[in-house]
């Protein structure tokens, strides 16, 4: 598509390299050649190392880890999303966009991307809750967490798409972001450049909140259920041993989930206040989707070095570490006088 509105302004050469396709296309493909091995070595350590005690939190985890790869892809090689806010749109620097596939679909594969890893949130909480045996109230067939988790899949994929089914025009959607951006760069006016709201939409605000409300309000449940189980309700047939380590595996996951969405967070209330302040700085739109692309190498790294497994077994590869293990496991002999032995 060629679009008629094409300003050739010369306002545009007081931007920066930060603000460029270029140097967001460069950092992207730099934050996955750091990404994807650690992501690979993530999944074969919880495959491999993965001890009896934790097998019931082996499964979550794997999910939990394919969906933060699946985000950290859409950022980094999938979508590669170039985006101008404080509008909602832009351009896809990534391989979907090369192969032609539309910007409005991976839109909606980024939103069931992030959905999903609410519901991954969802299944980590669920899976310690199923582990408390004061609680009644839980799911304890296979089957019935299987239908659980699958209807909770299927809304994801729902919730988000009456609105992607709507057709707008791209035109006079345009004129609205350019009526709040005077002066884009110029890959505004990329074929590939997409509006997905002008604002005021009353059917994607709906579609949103129900769908973060939902996993919101699972995601809560089965964590004060548990904190509740663990903290307030005792129980001669549980051992204190056992609740401390029940205990320490609900923080362990709270931390897993909590850091990495550090990452999510700062960017979007950096939009927010753009929205808010109809501000525009596209060096510090690309520097605010890099941190969210980030996302996932916090979610591995927490994985690998929260839980003590995976931790000794990361730092067992490390030669320094790996040394000292060594010089520890040295067992010296005592030396026995050929007067007998010494006592205190």
Known sequence: MAWPDN??????????????????????????????????????????????????????????????????LMFTVYSGPYIFFPSASGVPLGLLGYLGVGVKWQSYWGQVSVTMMGVCFIMLYENQ???????????????????????????????????????????????KVLERIPCPTSEFWDPKTYVLLQGGEVLPFWSITIGFGFVIFQTFFFLLHTVYHLTLVSSAKISAATKNLQRKFLKNVSIQISIPWIAIAFPVAYTMY?????????????????????????????????????????KSLIPGQRFSQRRMTIIVEPVTSPHGSVSN
Request: glycine share 2%.
């Open 7 to 72: 300003n050739t302004s010369n306002c545009r050469e007081t931007y920066s390299y930060f603000g460029s396709a270029d140097y967001l296309r460069n950092a992207y493909h730099f934050t996955a050649l750091l990404t994807v091995p650690l992501s690979i070595f993530t999944f074969y350590t919880v495959i491999t190392k993965t001890p009896k005690r934790m097998k019931n939190m082996k499964i979550p985890l794997l999910i939990s880890l394919a969906w933060s790869t699946n985000l950290d």
């Open 129 to 175: 809750h199923s582990q408390i045996s004061t609680i009644r109230f839980k799911i304890k067939r296979r089957k019935t967490r299987l239908t659980y988790f699958a209807l909770n899949y299927l809304f994801t994929f729902v919730v988000m798409l009456p609105f992607y089914l709507d057709d707008t025009d791209q035109l006079k959607m345009r004129q």
């Open 274 to 314: 753009a929205d808010k302040m109809n501000y525009y700085n596209q060096a510090y739109n690309n520097n605010a989707m890099l941190i969210m692309a980030n996302h996932g190498l916090l979610c591995t790294c927490c994985t690998l070095f929260i839980y003590k497994p995976y931790r000794d077994f990361t």
